[in-house]
């Protein structure tokens, strides 16, 4: 990550020195796109990506020139996890789980690696790498019994009521993509964004378990149940492993997110010139 940023800012540095007119491609597009999110953290420490979300949003892109561009996307993804599939068998006898609806706002520079020109014969496509910021929202989810509780609420690892973990925080945004033109105005983006976030808490699990009879005073029965669903696995372990004090997850490490995608963008550029000698001026 920090050898994209570094790049992405030499890149921008050496991308916005003046050059010019005719080699200018400025203007804004707008566009929307769908694609799939997956989370990576404490309950997905094997980055397992067998549990996709569906994802969205839409995006509007300043172009300063053919080299770098502003964006700024609203986004949504869905992503979630379960012990019940990791490969580790301490994670398996853990089963949590959780799931959450992302909202997310994303502002980023992006650094084309090819020039690129709106309905250029020669320029019409380009790589590029990004980096910025994101804002987001989540709400951690888990089931029992057949319904999902909010576990913000329940303060799942000893947490009294009025100091929970914040639903809304922020983290670094960056990745890569691949632009082409389909015409003048209209073209094609794919691209796939990470976000390391600032909070170890969008999965509910972060440091150790907590007192189970004080949490069962402060929160109930069903806060206790999402605290500690451990199951025993012969051979492995001998009893539930929600002990005080044990380990629970690990924060040191924060959580993060990918969102993948495909969108399809309007250019509102310049009026072209009408053609002259069969070339296209502008």
């Given amino acids: 990550m920090k050898r994209i940023l570094v790049i992405l800012i030499l890149a921008i540095a050496f991308g916005t020195q003046p050059v010019s007119v005719s080699a200018q491609q400025d203007g804004w597009e707008a566009g929307f796109w769908l694609g799939t999110s997956f989370y990576f953290g404490d309950l997905n420490t ?39 599939l990791s490969k580790n068998v301490y994670e398996r006898a853990r089963n949590l789980s959780f799931r959450s609806n992302v909202f997310d706002a994303a502002l980023q520079f992006e650094f084309n690696f090819l020039p690129y020109n709106h309905g250029s014969e020669d320029e019409f496509f380009t790589p590029y790498v990004f980096a910025g910021l ?17 576990l913000r609420e329940l303060g799942t690892e000893g947490q009294f009521p009025g100091e929970e973990y914040f639903s809304f925080s922020g983290g670094i945004l960056y990745g890569i993509g691949f632009k082409v033109d389909l015409s003048y105005e209209w073209s094609i983006n794919f691209e796939l964004g990470a976000r390391q976030l ?13 007192d189970m ?13 999402l605290s500690d669903p451990s199951i025993i696995i012969p051979g492995v372990t001998e009893a539930k492993i929600g002990e005080e004090g044990k380990q629970r997850g690990n924060s040191s490490n924060n959580d993060s997110y990918v969102m993948l995608g495909v969108g399809l963008v309007y250019y509102f550029g310049d009026i072209r010139c009408p053609d002259y000698g069969g070339k296209k001026r502008r």
């Fill in 46 to 84: 094997s980055y397992n990506l067998g549990l996709p979300g569906a994802a969205g949003g839409l995006m509007a892109r300043y172009n300063f020139n053919k080299r770098v561009c502003f964006k700024f996307s609203a986004n949504y993804g869905q992503i979630r996890a379960d012990d019940a």
């Fill in 134 to 150: 994101n804002a987001f929202t989540f709400n951690p989810q888990a089931e029992l019994n057949g319904t999902y509780y909010d």
């Fill in 198 to 210: 600032f909070t170890d808490y969008i999965d509910d699990v972060s440091t150790v378990y907590p």
């Fill in 213 to 225: 009879g004080d949490l069962r005073q402060n929160r109930g029965d069903v806060a206790v149940a």
